[in-house]
């Protein structure tokens, strides 16, 4: 059965897959739908973890178009160390630059769990160190050296720049979530005042303060719940964009803000 792939931002590409103990039916269904896939859209290799199954499986196609199963990769030794330019189903047609090895040994098991040790050259090590990163939660993004980084987020920035999709900037929402943490953070502080010997017009301004907060809080907090809403319905693709995580802050917020009056008014005994 053919799968969808994982494509950036996808977060579940960075799960660590724990080493498969069962080799049952469902390692060879696992196996043949990554063969499918691969076949299907036409790729050399494909990681579980690239379709969402959290294991420690690797598929590579062979050039006979015979498959090679490799399952709890382990790398051994690596060998000639160069910069390689790779493209992957994560980021669509984006290439970058990404220090690698020339020669790499492995060890691993088949669907039966015998024990194989491999070592391979050029492009297929480059290939199996990009798929068997996967089975460790990671891309290679995380492989790219600080001097090619900033290019590198510049084009995954370009190139998800479409409709419905994550911006990589923060959201309107977020601006607003930081101006009210700052202002109940500062009548948190309030609640200490006691604690020193301020005269009771400098006590009156901290609590004229609190209520200024308070007061502001009641029209900032419906602006951020309605700014939210809408950016929700703009970034439809992004999973740190659901309205159920607005109203949750909204809540949790208001709920603060109500603490903090009520505590500011029995400690500063007004």
Not at 26 to 31: F, P
Not at 143 to 152: E, G, H, Q
Request: with cysteine.
């Amino acid at each position: 059965m053919v799968r969808d792939i994982i494509t950036y931002p996808d977060e579940r590409i960075h799960t660590i897959t724990p080493d498969l103990r069962e080799f049952d039916d469902s390692l060879v269904a696992l196996i043949e739908d990554l063969k499918d896939t691969i076949n299907a859209n036409n790729l050399e290799a494909l990681a579980a973890n690239q379709i969402g199954v959290h294991k420690a499986v690797v598929v590579l196609k062979e050039e006979n178009g015979d498959f090679l199963e490799i399952i709890n990769p382990r790398e051994l030794s690596k060998k000639e160390k160069f910069i390689s330019t790779e493209s992957t189903t994560y980021y669509p047609n984006i290439e970058t630059e990404v220090p690698r090895f020339k020669r790499l040994k492995v060890v691993y098991q088949d669907r039966t769990g015998k024990q194989h040790f491999m070592t391979v050259e050029g492009e297929k090590a480059v290939l199996l160190q990009r798929k068997i990163d996967y089975c460790f939660g990671a891309t290679l993004a995380n492989r790219i050296s600080p001097k090619v980084r900033d290019v590198f987020e510049k084009q995954v920035a370009g190139a998800n720049e479409i409709e419905g999709a994550c911006p990589i900037e923060p959201l309107k929402r977020d601006y607003i979530k930081s101006f009210m943490s700052k202002l109940l953070f500062l009548e948190f502080l309030t609640l200490f005042v006691k604690l020193f010997s301020f005269s009771a017009s400098t006590m009156q301004s901290f609590l004229n303060f609190d209520t200024y907060v308070s007061i502001g809080l009641l029209v900032i907090l419906p602006l951020y719940i309605i700014v939210g809403y809408k950016e929700s319905k703009i970034y439809t693709n992004c999973s740190t964009c659901h309205f159920g995580y607005v109203v949750a802050t909204f809540l949790q917020y208001a709920l603060m803000s109500i603490v903090l009056f009520v505590a500011s008014r029995y400690l500063l005994n007004i």
